[in-house]
């Protein structure tokens, strides 16, 4: 599951960290550095599901 949730991440960086924190704080941010730049977004995300 981990895995897609990766993938989902590196695709779409606010969907991944959606199905692992959902509405959060961590959600919202991930949404400002994806506008902000595609990469910072990617990172984050893959570091949020790294974490957990």
């Known amino acids: 599951m981990d895995l897609?949730?990766?993938?989902l991440a590196i695709?779409?960086?606010p969907l991944g960290?959606?199905?692992q924190v959902g509405f959060g704080?961590?959600?919202?941010?991930n949404i400002l550095l994806t506008l902000l730049g595609y990469?910072?977004?990617i990172v984050h995300a893959v570091w949020v599901?790294?974490?957990?």
């Open 4 to 7: 897609l949730k990766v993938l």
């Open 11 to 13: 695709l779409l960086p």
């Open 17 to 19: 960290v959606f199905l």
């Open 25 to 29: 704080g961590q959600f919202w941010l």
């Open 39 to 41: 990469i910072p977004g």
């Open 49 to 52: 599901i790294a974490k957990r």
